[in-house]
């Protein structure tokens, strides 16, 4: 039986560095594989998502997922829409999208909001987005992305940058990146600094250097990872705009990059890349997205078949 059937996702730290090269492998073949062979993959099977915070860019890419590899989508988008504005619970409303669905994938507020929901449905739980905990499937397409772009991880020098206290993308993608020998360089306004409760562990596993500067570290870089100023999650306006527009990545700065160094953003940009980068062969943001379809249809077709694919 393959090692990733009928297991939850809850939290990339459940991936050690054979899994996930075990997932960019699949993520080849399912690239490699014409449209006719991978909608097999998934057959008939049904995804069932709900989403309790906005999102477009992972719904999306879950959606295009299911389908490439054959199988189909239903699920609340909106909570809005959704029983939970007549009170339903979160339980409730998992064990109710489960009878329908051969997986399920939740993005909620809250941090352990997915392990929580995993504990009630009897169908495997994929974590896309535990309040400001973590975000396993954007970590893998970010690591993913990073092998296919630079041809290796490991030796790779990476600078993490804007707002590292509340981006759950930031903590998924150190955890993966603790399974490499990677040197990374964390850039924000000191008020966004990674949160002490979690450099615990990651600093047993990663070379971190920590700064408000990133002018002195760009000609060393291979890759830039960009990050959104996590404004829905500030306690109080005021502190936001305080740290609005830190660092806005534009020609000026990748001008002092390697010439092959790659810039990364999870998505949605607001303003911390400028338009005018879009063009450049260095930026490889829409790369990542189309990379982040094919690593969750490998995800998706590893967990719902016994014998993988
Ligand atoms: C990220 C998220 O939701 O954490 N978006 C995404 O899933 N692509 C990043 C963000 O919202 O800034």
Redesign the pocket.
């Given at each position: 039986m393959n090692e990733f059937y009928q297991k939850d996702i809850i939290s990339i730290k459940d991936f050690d560095k054979e899994k996930l090269e075990k997932i960019f492998t699949l993520t080849e073949k399912i690239m490699q594989l014409n449209p006719s062979e991978r909608r097999e993959i998934c057959k008939g099977k049904t995804l069932g998502y709900l989403f309790y915070?906005p999102?477009t860019?992972?719904r999306l890419?879950f959606d295009s997922a299911m389908a490439s590899i054959g199988g189909n989508s239903l699920g609340i988008s909106n909570v809005a829409s959704s029983s939970t504005q007549k009170g339903e619970s979160l339980a409730d409303t998992v064990r109710m999208i489960s009878i329908y669905s051969d997986v399920l994938v939740l993005?909620h507020t809250l941090d352990g909001s997915s392990r929580f929901a995993a504990e009630v449905s009897d169908k495997p739980l994929i974590n896309?987005?535990s309040g400001t905990e973590e975000?396993p499937t954007?970590a893998i397409q970010d690591l993913f992305t990073m092998k296919k772009e630079k041809k290796k991880i490991d030796g790779l020098k990476i600078g993490i940058v804007g707002?590292l206290k509340y981006?759950?993308?930031v903590y998924s993608l150190l955890h993966g990146l603790g399974n490499y020998d990677v040197d990374v360089r964390l850039i924000s306004p000191e008020s966004l600094r990674i949160r002490s409760d979690s450099t615990y562990e990651i600093k047993q596993k990663l070379d971190l250097t920590e700064t408000t500067n990133i002018e002195e570290h760009l000609d060393e870089l291979d890759v830039l990872y960009v990050?959104?100023i996590?404004k829905e999650r500030f306690p109080d306006e005021e502190e936001y705009l305080k740290v609005k527009g830190s660092y806005v990545v534009g020609l000026d700065m990748l001008k002092r990059m390697k010439d092959d160094a790659i810039i990364l953003h999870?998505?949605?940009r607001i303003d911390e890349i400028s338009a005018e980068v879009d063009n450049t062969k260095n930026a490889k943001y829409f790369k990542q997205v189309e990379y982040?379809m094919h690593t969750r249809a490998a995800l998706l077709g590893v967990t719902l078949n016994e014998n993988g694919f």
């Open positions: 915070e999102s860019r992972t890419s993005r896309a987005g975000h954007q707002d981006g759950r993308t990050t959104r996590q999870p998505l949605p982040g």
